[in-house]
């Protein structure tokens, strides 16, 4: 006895399809006014089609085999009008379902990607962005291909292939009959390709995402991985990924390989037939010549619209699966969201405050375990220690990056769970290790946090960074393209230019994550110089392993291992001798 199992999982991929098609339309629901022009279009090119056979069929039996030169003449006029009609309505199908459907996906692609922006940083420490590049482009092509025309095809191919129906039992209702013997093979072998190209097809929008994620990290540690001699290992696993992702075609490509010869083989299979019987009929005298005739025309006419609809259903495999791909994305949680009464943040004194805070990235692995500290306005916190100690992680719960698992991290007095992310961190400026500039000019990346300032404030905050003489010494200046992530520039260019970008919004509370890391002596005194500017009645968290760069820190905090061991300024941390004052003496046996 079979097991009911596969049964049930059948049917629940039913439904997940059935489903996904259902919230697919919804985006077809602006358009609902255009849907019934588009169908009066398509069945006029339905109706123009199944019309013809007919008209030919009886110009044989009334008109040819008659010798009436004249209306045999008038029928070829009446058979082009009518092509015609048909070819205009086909026309204007085909343009207005073009601009539907890219208006479709362009509202797709949109919300894919206002999607990916609103998630949080949690869920981009667990994705791959190729495998989002994949999504927003790959998959929504994928969807173009299957339903940018295909779509209008198959409405005009369903419309002909009733028309061909009904003309064909008007005709002759035994001859109609015996025609549509091979519409149940049809379907059945349709749908027996159709379970197996719904497996394959699921493969390949994996392995293209898969294979975009490799293309995507591989380009953008070339230099990287010319450096360590991983050239050749990179090409290898590149050649894997790619070989996976070519069988995975062409296993698609072979189930396509096999479906369509055998709806040819069906299709001659009906030919025959209505030949044969449709034959033997017009020797007895059951039939004209001319219905025979209209009868093969209308064979080849009623498969090719069940061959288009047999390929778009394949391709619509294809297109489900990127689909489904594209609303598990759109699906994905919003887990860190404004509370439904959060108030926007007022203009922020910068008293920061933890209180017996707890974080994990992972529930059951706390990175911070009871954390508190207490910054007054305009003050200079450092934070030191270990690599993974939670010095970064403490930065990340001040911008609400991530919600803290237990405690309350407090702004001047206000839980930041209780205020709007965007009021946050329109007054927080932030540096990072790893700074990043954008594909534009000069000034439009010191102008990213605020890209109507004036070209004088711009300028103004290149001036505090230390950074405006080097800017007007370039060959456009504020208007020099400085390349993809800034790769035309050095480190300490780069990083002084991301210091004017923190400058240009004016933020309350600065945060600066090893902004002195990667930057040569000279570049250093620069970067400092522009920081004591900046930080004057500021409230700054500085994380820094040059421990030199701390010394005026107002508050010392040594992170280990996600607690706050020791705490003081730096005179008072070295007279301690603990582990402050060791790492310091290291930091200056070194020097």
């Known amino acids: 006895m079979r097991s009911p199992a596969p049964i049930v999982a059948s049917e629940q991929k039913a439904n997940q399809q059935l489903s996904t098609l259902q919230r697919f339309f919804q985006y077809f629901v602006p358009y609902k006014l255009e849907i019934p022009l588009i169908i009066f279009f398509v069945m006029t090119g339905a109706f123009s089609q199944s019309l013809g056979p007919a008209l030919i069929g009886w110009s044989i039996d009334n008109l040819i085999a008659k010798k009436n030169f004249s209306g045999l003449l008038s029928m070829l006029g009446l058979l082009t009008f009518v092509y015609l009609i048909g070819i205009q309505a086909i026309r204007a199908q085909i343009a207005r379902v073009g601009w539907m459907v890219q208006n479709i996906l362009a509202k797709m692609r949109q919300d894919i990607f206002t999607k990916i922006q609103s998630l949080p940083i949690s869920f981009f420490d667990q994705s791959e962005a190729g495998d989002l590049m994949s999504r927003l482009l790959n998959d929504v092509s994928t969807v173009n291909q299957a339903f940018g025309q295909t779509i209008a095809q198959m409405l005009g191919n369903l419309f002909s292939l009733l028309g061909i129906v009904i003309a064909m039992m008007i005709i002759n209702p035994t001859l109609g009959l015996l025609s549509n013997l091979i519409v149940p093979l049809m379907i059945l072998t349709t749908s027996f390709f159709a379970r197996l190209a719904r497996t394959k097809f699921r493969v390949t929008r994996q392995t293209i995402g898969d294979l975009s994620t490799k293309i995507e990290e591989d380009i953008g540690s070339v230099r990287e991985a010319q450096a360590f001699n991983r050239v050749q290992l990179n090409i290898e696993e590149f050649a894997t990924i790619n070989a996976a992702n070519r069988d995975a075609n062409v296993q698609a490509v072979a189930i396509t390989a096999a479906f ?301 291992q996600g607690e706050i061991i020791e705490q003081g300024t730096h005179q008072e941390l070295v007279a301690r001798s603990g582990i402050y004052a060791n790492l310091y003496a290291l930091q200056l046996g070194a020097t």
Do not use: C, W
């Not at 949680?333 to 707890?358: C, Y």
């Not at 803290?404 to 702004?411: C, N, Q, Y």
């Not at 990072?432 to 004088?456: C, K, M, R, W, Y």
């Not at 800034?486 to 300490?492: N, P």
């Open 260 to 560: 369509l010869p055998s709806i040819d083989f069906l299709n001659t299979l009906a030919t025959g037939l209505v030949l044969a019987y449709g034959g033997y009929m017009a020797v007895n005298g059951s039939v004209t010549v001319g219905t025979v005739t209209a009868f093969l025309l209308y064979v080849q006419q009623f498969f090719r619209p069940i061959q288009i609809l047999s390929q778009f259903y394949t391709q619509a495999q294809s297109a489900l699966a990127a689909i489904e791909r594209i609303f598990l994305l759109l699906d994905e949680p919003v887990t860190l969201q404004d509370a439904v009464n959060a108030q926007t943040m007022p203009s922020i004194q910068g008293r920061v405050e933890f209180v017996d805070v707890t974080f994990g990235y992972k529930p059951d692995q706390l990175v911070l375990k009871g954390v508190n500290l207490h910054a007054q306005p305009g003050q200079m916190i450092a934070l030191v220690g270990a690599t993974g100690a939670g010095k970064s992680t403490i930065i990340n719960l001040i911008l609400r990056f991530y919600d803290v698992s237990g405690g309350v991290v407090k702004i001047d007095g206000l839980d930041i769970r209780n205020v709007t992310q965007a009021s946050l961190r329109r007054q927080i400026g932030i540096v990072l290790q790893d700074n990043i500039l954008f594909t534009g000019t000069v000034g439009e990346n010191i102008a990213f946090g605020i890209p109507d300032a004036s070209q004088a404030d711009i300028e103004a905050a290149a001036q505090v960074a230390n950074v405006h003489e080097f800017i007007t010494s370039l060959p456009q200046g504020y208007a020099t393209l400085v390349g993809e992530r800034g790769v035309s520039l050095s480190q300490g260019q780069r990083q002084l230019i991301s210091i004017a970008r923190a400058v240009l919004v004016n933020p309350r509370i600065l945060i600066l994550d090893e902004a002195t890391s990667s930057i040569d002596t000279r570049t250093e005194a620069m970067v400092q110089e522009a920081i004591a500017r900046i930080l004057k009645n500021r409230t700054s968290f500085v994380i820094a392993h040059r421990l030199s760069t701390v010394t005026q820190a107002d508050q010392v905090l040594v992170v280990q």
